[in-house]
């Protein structure tokens, strides 16, 4: 039984110092509460497993008054047993799990304060006791943050301990479906729990972070998943779990529509913070590659995935078998979706002579001649429940992306792996036209499943920057999604140098932001740029 838990990060950096107004602008949460109200994480119950630091007592406990919540709000287990009080004969606080908290529920300061309940485990035992059991009952928690790992992968051996690991979690989280938002480690190759295929990889973005990098060492899959802005995976971990947590209860309540289930389900979850999260300006990926091997996705951005679960599901156009292997261009362009952005919850299914491929029409056009488009498409689906992972740890079923020009015929973009469970597309460029989203599942004798459940995010936008002047001053403004875009300005267009320095930060107004400058502030030029980090 592997029991060695490592920290990701070293002791003693204080919550105080990372949670910031900045990081709220970074992450789309100030865009968030600016056009909705009440998503605090309600009704959502999160675990906080952490590893202990060997004092006596053991130190691995939150204590709910550096947090700022009651102590009805938290329950305590290790193998000296549980309780429901603090402080408490079962450990002592920690102050890494303090302010991994913090982060997430933190009254001051946190992304998601209104927590239905939070379990304070020590890792060992959340480890031996569920994800290593399939016998014993899981805990009732969709999200479970884990700023901890298990320690560098280095040889054939680790290699090994890292399938079996993955296997587990991945194993508990297709159970009841939880999602576990992961450190990969600082530094280094990614390594478990961040390595799982139905978990979130969280990369710490950031200058000299030291996050550790993808690929995984069994079989060159993508993780991290996505990033976030922190010095450690510690850090960057927790964001995502108050991020996770907002989109969670969005959903429950019915901002993505009545599917509420569908759209709580870890799948989209997934779909939507990838699909929603900003690309570094050095982001790459490759066709069988589909996430960058530091960033993943690229930063989160919840005000972007919210704005993609409020588009609503959206069904396929239409679904056709092609025989095995064969080519599957667009079809006749029809029941085009009726939206630019949204998720849809869906199932293929082939055979073992047949792919299969769902359709999704886009009509990609607005009132601006000559526009082009920003696309974006996340496509995410479950390694199955597998017992035997220690005979076959690696079988998922294989799903790609594809998007076609329906017009040319010609294929615009796509993502083929087949090692990930996760596929994406992403085009910054795209004219306006007719479109064909393919979610493709290949048929045949080696498939895991005849059919597949998966989730999908999509977002075709364009962004304008409109300017006009009112006595002195000039006043630029833009759309408030997607979020992630920053104003530069230059002197000229022969050798433009576009810089931010003395341009004041946007005001949100009315779902614009607005930047005001004077007409002599020196810029005669400006643009909109992404990443704003």
Known sequence: MIRTIVFSVVAGFLFTTFVSASLADQIGFAALQSVTTNLNGSGIRLAQPEAEVALSPPAWEIDPAGVGQPVTLFSYASDAGTATNYPNTLGANSGHAEAVGGIIYGISAGLATNLAHVDSLEANYFYSNYVGNDALPAIDDAIVNQSFTFGAVTSQVSIAQEQQLDSQYDNYA???NTLFVSAPNNGGPVCPPGTA???LSVAAFGVDSGSSYGPTLDNGRCKPDIAAPA?????????VSGVAALIMQAAARGDGGTDT?????MRTVRALLLNGAVKPADWTNAITSPLDARYGA????????YEQLAGGKHGYSSSVEVSQGADHPPGTFGNPIGALRGWDFNTNTSSAIQDSINHYYFDITNAVPGTVFTATATLEWNRAYNPAYMINPGTINNLNLYLYNVSSGNLVASSVST???VQQVYVPRLPAGRYDLQVWKAGGISISTPSETYALAFDFFSSQLSVSSAGGTVVLAWPLYPDGFGLAGSTNLLSPQWSTNNLPAAVIMGGTNVVTVSATNGYEFFRLQRPDF
């Open 298 to 305: 690229g930063v989160v951005n919840v005000f972007n995935a």
């Open 261 to 265: 289930v569908s759209a709580g389900d």
């Open 231 to 239: 010095p450690f995976t510690s850090f960057s971990t927790p964001v």
């Open 419 to 421: 090692v990930d469970n």
């Open 174 to 176: 297709v159970q009841n």
């Open 197 to 199: 295929y139905n978990s």
